[in-house]
């Protein structure tokens, strides 16, 4: 009877130790979304699918290509064999996809730097499926990021949010339309603030 008694105390304990335990949980779970489809839907219109394309230009290369300099600069073999390998140089057109979401009724978009860096014609498609022509306002390579405007009425601004109110453990969405893709949704939590 005593072993009994003893395996019912410990249960009745550890029972008791887990009941905040439990309703942490519970009030954990309330917190976490259950789905991101009501943000998604709400950030939709200011999603933009961003295309470009722009003109890139191959230049000819000798035998240095590939094989460097084996006798140096002044190779003997480069004056002979050099014009049988040598390519004049060629341009051709290079089409690249990213994103960028609408942050002005005026229509600036915000996308990143390396999506139109270089970029001869830069395309935008909104999510009604109009496509406009964007102009370059202005870009930063060391942030990565580029302001492009198009001209549209009916416009869905996106807002910026404040960096200074996330804290470890916060929610994050990232919502896109990269690789010609409609729309795309991920999320995650913030794991370090530097």
């Known amino acids: 009877m005593k072993p009994l008694k003893s395996i019912l105390a410990v249960l009745l304990i550890f029972g008791f130790f887990t009941l905040p335990v439990q309703a942490g949980f519970s009030s954990a779970k309330k917190m976490i979304p259950a789905s991101f489809s009501e943000l998604a839907k709400y950030a939709k219109p200011g999603v933009v699918n961003i295309q470009i394309s722009k003109t890139t230009s191959t230049s000819g290369r000798g035998l ?89 009425d009916d416009l869905t601004p996106l807002k910026f949010g404040s960096s200074d109110k996330l804290e470890v453990g916060s929610w994050v969405v990232a919502i896109g339309s990269p690789l010609g893709l409609d729309q795309t949704v991920t999320a995650g939590i913030v794991s370090y603030k530097g």
């Open 64 to 152: 240095e290509h590939f094989f460097g300099h084996p006798f140096g600069q002044n190779d003997p073999f480069e004056e002979f064999f050099g014009p049988f390998f040598r390519q004049q140089p060629r341009e051709r057109k290079q089409s690249s996809l990213g994103s960028g979401f609408i942050v002005d009724k005026e229509g600036y978009i915000v996308t990143n730097n390396h999506v139109i860096d270089g970029a001869d014609e830069v395309k935008v498609l909104l999510s009604d499926k109009r496509e406009f022509d964007a102009k370059v306002i202005g870009t930063d390579s060391v942030t990565d990021l580029a302001l492009i405007k198009i001209e549209a």
